[in-house]
């Protein structure tokens, strides 16, 4: 089957739907004294302290205090969450009109391991460039790991999105830009496509 043919397709939010650049955030941590920040985050692999923080299990102030006493540096709340967000790029209008084109047709869900800083920073872009106050209106929900209490590549958060939405995992697509994420979601019968954002593939390439 083709993209196209699939009834329900499970979308990753960063790098699939919203453009990002990991290295901006390496950059600004660099800026405040952190030299190896690469070692604990990036995209094929983190520390415990940001898979917490994407469950949900720690608080924003909690991961704040955690990068404090991890990289040993002495910066403020707003020097952090800016370093932090300066990974978020921004969303091409013309990906908000394929999926609302692609949820006429079908059934399309957003699952995103994400947390409480950036999606905050996301929502007043997503105001300013769009005039949205999220994307719940493209899809049939919105799935964040930091509101589930789990985070892909688990197998448990793709089968929890499978049996609340009914999706048979035989007629759904699961879309995204991490290689270990794709592993997870063929683990629960997943159909799966590995979005090369790092060769220029874009979901308009798919559609």
């Known amino acids: 089957m083709q993209p196209k043919d699939f009834p329900n397709i499970i979308f990753d939010l960063g790098g699939v739907i919203l453009n990002l650049d990991y290295s901006r955030t390496i ?94 920073q996301f929502s007043k872009a997503l105001s300013l460039e769009h005039g949205l106050s999220d994307l719940s209106g493209y899809f049939l929900k919105l799935y964040y790991s930091f509101e589930m209490g789990m985070r892909k590549p688990e197998q448990r958060i793709f089968q929890h999105v499978l049996d609340e939405q009914g999706f048979d995992p035989s007629e759904t697509l699961f879309i995204d830009d991490s290689p270990q994420h794709i592993e997870g979601a063929r683990k629960v019968g997943l159909h799966v496509y590995h979005l090369q954002v790092e060769k220029g593939e874009t979901i308009l390439d798919l559609f």
């Open 27 to 120: 950059s600004a941590f660099a800026q405040l004294g952190v030299r190896d920040f690469q070692s604990s985050y990036s995209q094929l692999l983190q520390t415990g302290l940001f898979d917490d923080y994407e469950r949900g299990e720690i608080t924003s102030q909690d991961f704040r205090d955690g990068i404090r006493k991890a990289f040993k540096i002495e910066v403020s709340d707003t020097q952090i969450d800016t370093a932090w967000n300066a990974m978020l790029l921004d969303l091409p209008n013309e990906r908000l009109e394929l999926l609302r084109e692609l949820g006429k047709a079908k059934r399309i869900v957003l699952l995103s391991n994400t947390n409480e800083i950036h999606i905050r």
